[in-house]
């Protein structure tokens, strides 16, 4: 796909189920799975498949750095 020619309509990257999954080095499951459990990223079902903006990927994984940041112990470094 040719990203360049979508992005001067206003349109965002969007990523695969398998794209996502390969980025984080993770399995395909993996991402059903949390997308299951209500932990994954936000997506958007285009027929039968998902897709995911790329920012709200970043949004997602920038919410799990302050979940981690939240869940050390006052007073312990890191």
């Given at each position: 796909m040719d990203v360049q020619n979508f992005s001067g309509l206003g349109l965002e990257p969007m990523l695969t189920?398998?794209?996502l999954?390969?980025?984080l080095g993770v399995r395909t499951q993996a991402i059903y799975d949390l997308r299951t459990e209500g932990r994954g990223p936000s997506g958007i079902r285009v027929g039968r498949e998902i897709r995911f903006r790329v920012s709200?990927?970043?949004r997602w994984l920038e919410g799990l750095s302050e979940q981690e940041r939240d869940a050390t112990p006052s007073g312990e470094q890191r």
């Open positions: 189920t398998s794209e999954a390969n980025y709200d990927v970043l």
